[in-house]
């Protein structure tokens, strides 16, 4: 059973309550009430009127009214529209995309630019061990030539 945490509504479904699906919801029809899921579609005939809360992804060529909450990424198709606020991780969209309501940024995003950033620190790291290791100059010249490369130190 690969597909028991999902859920599918078809085109010219209609269905209304609220629905919790700890997996993947993909919307072709429509959709009337709160929704909590883990990653969210709705399709260009997919239609969802409520507060939707998306604990993972979520890609939009649909249209979606009220409340949006996406905790990692935000994928808005040229077909899509949203018509209410929207609070994401990341956000992606594509031009013909359209939005009636307020966009935020939700704390996801800061937690990725560390976990990127901690790949300058590594390299200071690794750049500052073969510095402490003085007599061996040729390793600690190996290590700092490629530094100004990626431009460490104007991120920091």
């Not at 690969?2 to 919801?25: F, H, Q």
């Not at 609070?87 to 009636?100: D, F, H, R």
């Not at 935020?104 to 560390?114: A, F």
């Not at 600690?140 to 991120?155: F, G, I, M, N, V």
Request: one cysteine or more; charged letters at 25%.
């Amino acid at each position: 059973m690969p597909d028991a945490n999902r859920l599918y509504i078809g085109e010219g479904v209609t269905i209304k309550g609220e629905i919790s699906v700890p997996d993947t919801l993909v919307v072709c029809g429509s959709l009337e009430g709160d929704v909590s899921v883990g990653n969210l579609v709705v399709g260009e005939t997919g239609t969802i009127k409520g507060r939707i809360t998306v604990a993972e992804n979520a890609e939009i060529s649909g249209k979606v009214f009220e409340k949006l909450e996406v905790k990692c990424l935000l994928i808005l198709r040229s077909t899509g529209r949203v018509d209410g606020n929207i609070s994401y991780g990341l956000l992606q969209i594509e031009q013909g995309a359209s939005i009636a309501g307020g966009l935020s940024s939700t704390e996801y995003r800061p937690e990725q630019k560390p976990a990127k950033g901690d790949i300058f620190p590594r390299q200071d790291q690794k750049a500052a061990k073969p510095d402490a290791s003085r007599p061996a100059k040729q390793p600690s010249l190996t290590a700092l030539e490629p530094l100004p490369t990626p431009a460490a130190p104007p991120t920091t």
